[in-house]
């Protein structure tokens, strides 16, 4: 797990390593035990590297690595779990090592399999590799773009890449300013970016999740290498034999994902995913035949973020975890202080817009490095594939009314409603029939878009408003899938949510924030086998008997305690943002609404903006909380 940078100039003029430097110095977080750096014989390519060492911690381990007599050099940031299974085939093969890392196995990969070597990896991973011989980069992102990889091109002149957009503010011959476009379509729709390829930032966008460029003669090419639905598994005919199935993929990638020789913990929210993650840490490491190869011997710690006092607060749910599995856990609570100040500096690294302040996520990693800890376990990816999220439920319910099947149909409302607080179950039923069985028409649609047009019409940009319209409706743009693919609307929906929106932006934030302190984030339900079991799995096997993530509750009996696995109510891990702009958030709000160049802006309309947060303070009128941090968001990175 790292950071890396290269540059590859097309016309004549050798690499700039003063610039090099710059670009990967940018991200000294991502790798705090090490850099280095190497440029071809002619010039024209030059690799950086930040090293934070995971696997083999000697030097043996430093990159930009080469291999096979020079023919090939990689600059790398990720994880290959499945290495030792792969160095054993290889070393069949007549390949030999000298080192005990992934990073070589990586490019005797290469060299075996060629481009199919990614298809044998198991992992998270965004590499370059230069080939000597054919004068071809190889760039790779692993199936669901857990490892972020930016690029910027341009055609005839040079090609750069890095781990952060930060990193091209350095680039020399380069003004580094925001796409209008995209920045508003990001503000309507923060999870719209990632899964589209592009970013808030003129002429710097992403290699696609479960894609891969080749480098040849100047002239790119990216080419998809995965799709879920086309991965081979079976699916067993009996409800009992999927859980069983599920239950040992889940397993098997737990016990994957735990190779590490430094610490590891654990960042446990206390609800369902990430309890299920640390509950089966510990439940691995009491079976005899369960061994976990490589497992360092500080595995079992969760680190909580607390919030009492707020809606956000789930510090109970997760001490239940921890009382059950007899662990041990390290409580964060966010302290009186400087929080403006605080939030500004996290913002400006984090270098994207999102409607939550990426602060909270920072914090609870930071602690973890304070602590010793370098690798942390998490529960990402289920909510996108076993209809976590509320709405969704109801697609599902439509369906099965169309089809008659409305004892199904009312057992889906009731999973939906029971998402929210117990007080306002009856008005989330009455919501539910609504839109299912069509007993009133709903045109809230519509009047969101009309409010949220009133903040950014600004006769510099008369074309925005198609922009908003754009971003406001959610997954409209992208991903180029075929919607006959699919059974249901329902079933495209899911897919999409998996891999264009919202899961991307998800995965870049927790990256991000994780990598801000040099941890590394591991993601047992991302395992690409489990990604495809569920996603092939019938409907009633992810949403029945009142609950969503059907199967994995089923799977974690003796393993959760019930008051975790039986839980219906969904918070979220995100910031208590209405507390704080109500609070200790109030006057920096106050100010920066105020202020010139927030009212000068070319793409929002501050003064209406500031006007509205005067009313909300006064009168308590409804404030959209979220679309105003975001707004503030681009702001601080546009004032960076």
């Not at 992992?123 to 690029?151: C, N, S, T």
């Not at 996603?535 to 096997?541: D, T």
Request: proline fraction near 3%.
């Amino acid at each position: 797990m790292c950071g890396i940078s290269g540059i590859l100039n097309i016309k004549s003029g050798g690499v700039n390593l003063d610039i090099l430097k710059k670009m990967n110095n940018a991200i000294n977080h991502r790798g705090p035990d090490g850099e280095g750096y190497w440029i071809s014989k002619d010039g024209h390519i030059g690799f950086g590297h930040k090293r934070l060492s995971i696997l083999d911690l000697s030097d043996k381990g430093k990159q930009p690595m080469s291999y096979a007599n020079g023919r090939y050099q990689i600059t790398y940031n990720g994880e290959i779990f499945n290495f030792i299974e792969l160095r054993e085939i290889l070393e069949l093969n007549s390949y030999k090592f000298q080192s005990d890392t992934d990073t070589e196995v990586i490019l005797a990969a290469y060299d075996f399999w060629g481009k199919d070597c990614l298809k044998h990896f198991n992992g998270m991973w965004a590499f370059a590799i230069w080939d000597e011989v054919e004068q071809e980069m190889f760039l790779a992102r692993d199936h669901f773009g857990i490892k972020p990889l930016y690029y910027s091109y341009q055609p005839g002149l040079r090609f750069v890449f890095g781990s952060e957009t930060i990193q091209f503010k350095y680039l020399d011959r380069f003004n580094r300013s925001f796409n209008e476009r995209n920045l508003v379509s990001c503000i309507i729709n923060p999870y719209y970016q990632e899964g589209e390829g592009v970013t808030i930032f003129n002429d710097i966008n992403s290699v696609l999740p479960g894609h891969f460029i080749i480098l040849k003669h100047g002239q790119i090419r990216q080419i998809r290498w995965w799709n879920t639905l086309e991965y081979d598994i079976e699916i067993p005919i009996n409800y009992d034999d999927q859980i069983d199935k599920f239950r040992s993929l889940f397993f098997d990638s737990t016990k994957l994902r735990l190779r590490s020789d430094v610490a590891i913990a654990s960042a446990l929210s206390g609800g369902v995913d990430s309890s299920s993650v640390y509950a089966t840490l510990h439940y691995l490491n009491s079976l005899d035949d369960h061994k976990v190869k490589r497992l360092p011997d500080d595995w079992s710690k969760a680190f909580v973020a607390s919030f009492p006092g707020t809606t956000q607060d789930e510090t109970a749910y997760a001490k239940s975890v921890v009382a059950h599995v007899k662990g041990n856990a390290i409580y964060w609570e966010q302290q009186k202080g400087d929080l403006a100040s605080e939030i500004i500096n996290y913002t400006k690294k984090f270098d994207a817009v999102y409607n939550t302040p990426i602060h909270i996520l920072s914090k609870i990693y930071e602690l973890m490095r304070q602590h010793g800890i370098i690798v942390s376990m998490d529960g990402h990816g289920v909510d996108e594939m076993m209809f976590g999220y509320p709405g969704l439920q109801l697609d599902v319910a439509l369906h099965q009314f169309n089809e008659k099947d409305n004892h199904y149909a009312d057992d889906l409302i009731d999973t939906y409603a029971n998402l929210f607080p117990v007080d306002l179950y009856n008005s989330k039923v009455e919501h539910g029939r609504n839109e299912v069985y069509g007993y009133k028409s709903n045109d809230s649609g519509n009047n969101k878009l009309n409010k949220l047009l009133r903040y950014f019409l600004k006769p510099k940009s008369p074309q925005q408003n198609d922009w908003i319209k754009q971003g406001a409706i959610k997954n409209q743009i992208g991903f180029s899938l075929n919607r006959g693919k699919f059974a249901t609307d329902y079933e495209f929906d899911l897919f999409k949510q998996f891999h264009y929106s919202p899961l991307p932006a998800i995965l870049r934030n927790f990256d991000k924030a994780s990598m801000m302190s040099g941890v590394e984030i591991r993601m047992p339900f991302m395992d690409h086998r489990l990604v495809s079991f569920i996603f092939k799995l019938p409907i009633q096997a992810k949403l029945g008997d009142g609950y969503t993530k059907r199967i994995l509750r089923d799977s974690m009996k003796g393993i959760l305690p019930d008051i975790i696995r039986t839980r219906k109510t969904k918070i979220g891990f995100s910031a208590p943002l209405k507390e704080w702009i109500d609070g200790p958030l109030k006057e920096f709000s106050l100010d920066i609404t105020h202020s010139s160049s927030f009212n000068s802006s070319s793409i929002w309309n501050g003064g209406k903006i500031a006007i509205d947060l005067v009313k909300y303070y006064k009168r308590n009128k409804n404030f959209n909380h979220q679309l105003f941090w975001s707004i503030l968001n681009a702001h601080i990175i546009d004032k960076e």
